[in-house]
Nanobody, 118 residues
Framework: QVQLVESGGDLVQAGGSLRLSCAASGTIFSITAMRWYRQAPGNERELIAI??????????NYADSVKGRFTISRDNAKNTLYLQMDSLKPEDTGVYLC?????????WGQGTQVTVSS
């Protein structure tokens, strides 16, 4: 069973940057989507970035709240998904979780905490 492990969460000042990683313990075949979610205290889990890989080219999309500041990417050789977060705001605080889907199978990481101070 492949496991996903997130890392890179930290306490950072507003305006700063972080890069989150989501490393898979093995190769996942036939990936159809890779996602980053954010769970802020008292809020529902929010989808903030997605790569759709089912077609000829990848399709990338972002939530309006992070568009222009966050960048999702992947390194196939390292079995790792990334989230580059720039110009961080206090409202970006939360637990960040990665999700990789291969057909009907969905893998989740355990989450990494990001705290942005004002």
């Amino acid at each position: 069973q492949v496991q996903l492990v997130e890392s890179g969460g930290d306490l950072v000042q507003a305006g700063g940057s972080l890069r989150l990683s989501c490393a898979a313990s093995g190769t996942i075949f036939s990936i159809t989507a890779m996602r980053w979610y954010r769970q802020a205290p008292g809020n529902e889990r929010e989808l903030i970035a997605i790569i759709l890989t089912g077609g000829r080219t990848n399709v990338v999309n972002y939530a309006d709240s992070v568009k222009g500041r966050f960048t999702i990417s992947r390194d196939n050789a390292k079995n790792t998904l990334y989230l580059q977060m720039d110009s961080l705001k206090p409202e970006d605080t939360g637990v960040y979780l990665c999700n990789i889907q291969a057909g009907a199978t969905v893998y989740w990481g355990q989450g990494t905490q990001v705290t942005v101070s004002s």
